[in-house]
């Protein structure tokens, strides 16, 4: 076939693809200089913290239509990543999933912080709430608070001791906290993290436990410890059969840590609302909901005023206990 043959033969092929072509939908082109929004988490993969920042993220994908990057940088108890978050641009691309940890307890309790949560952060959403928890293994025979508190007070000096996850934790400063409301001077066992603590609790080394309900509840299920009683002001959906302190009659042991979501100062208003709305807006979809409550989170958001008004009461409540503990990190 001679080449001015071929051409005419492949005349109308051409012409049918290119009618196919005119009346096909634009693919989006992807903006010049466009960039994914980052979730940065100073905990590990797998973790309380990691997990919902990877639930929201999937919802802010759909509503913001951005590709949304979790990254992990764990260390130093949550705090490298807020030192590493604070020297990042202020251009709307960066958020920090944060917990009291950060937010709340490190600000009390080290005298050199390389940040300054109110100089070098943005409030952005609360996402959720999470209680505390006391539990006690083989290591006592107690069986209710009730029976607990009367074998602390049958023998304090014998009987006070309880392990919380670290050092300057929030779980550290509520267990200070429970023993300043019934009366016994406790005294603090830590661990480097929530799985070694639970081996001790489960081999009777330590008697009680204060920590996260989250951390506390599988094995609780499992009939392995015994979870007390938990800090909220109404019972958690993850735990349904435990009482709180304040309806076993401890109106004062009550306090509740925090995860919300953070941006580097600077970040420009509209920005930080735009944000804002499309994480109020996931936690309002019933299977995050849902899942969160399996992780022994509360869903809770607002504006960024009501978060920041949230965590100026937070140090305020919390730092009368750190300061009569006497602890310092540094």
């Known amino acids: 076939m ?49 997990l919902a920042a990877r639930l929201v993220g999937d919802k802010l994908r759909e509503t913001l239509g951005q590709t949304v990057v979790v990254e992990n940088k764990p260390g ?20 920090v999933v944060a917990n009291s940890a950060v937010m709340t307890i490190a600000p009390l309790v080290y005298r050199k912080l390389n940040y300054d949560l109110r100089r070098d952060f943005a409030p952005v959403a609360q996402i959720a709430n ?12 107690a069986k209710s608070l009730r029976e607990y508190i009367d074998w602390l007070k049958a023998s304090p000096a014998k009987n006070n001791s309880y392990a919380s996850p670290a050092l300057g934790s929030i779980p550290h400063f509520f267990g200070l906290l429970f023993g300043k409301q019934v009366g016994v001077e406790m005294l603090h066992v830590p661990f480097n993290g929530s799985a070694p603590l639970m081996n001790a609790l489960v ?10 309900l989250a951390d506390l509840a599988e094995m609780h299920r499992a009939g392995k410890i015994r979870v007390l009683a938990s800090s909220g002001t109404q019972r958690s959906a993850a735990l349904p059969d435990v009482p709180t302190f304040t309806e076993l009659g401890y109106k004062d042991i009550e306090g509740v840590g925090r995860y919300g979501f953070l941006a580097p100062a600077g970040t420009p208003q509209a920005t930080l609302d735009r944000l804002n709305a499309a994480i109020v807006q996931a936690l309002r979809s019933p299977d995050l909901r ?30 009368p206990v750190v300061k009569s503990s006497g602890y310092t990190g540094d």
């Open 2 to 50: 001679t080449l001015a043959r071929l051409l005419r033969a492949l005349v109308p092929a051409l012409a049918a693809a290119a009618a196919l072509l005119a009346i096909a939908p634009a693919a989006p082109a992807l903006a010049q200089g466009e960039r994914p929004l980052r979730i940065l988490v100073g905990y590990p993969a797998g973790g309380t913290a990691d």
């Open 203 to 212: 081999g009777a080394q330590v008697p009680a436990s204060v920590d996260t």
């Open 130 to 141: 999470f209680q505390l928890a006391l539990a006690t293994g083989p290591g006592t025979p």
């Open 76 to 95: 130093a108890g949550g705090r490298l990543v807020m030192d590493y978050a604070r020297g990042l641009p202020a251009d709307g691309n960066t958020l």
């Open 290 to 319: 849902e899942r969160f409550l399996r992780l022994g989170l509360e869903p809770q958001s607002g504006s960024a005023a009501q978060f920041a008004k949230v965590l100026a009461a937070d140090a305020s409540r919390w730092g």
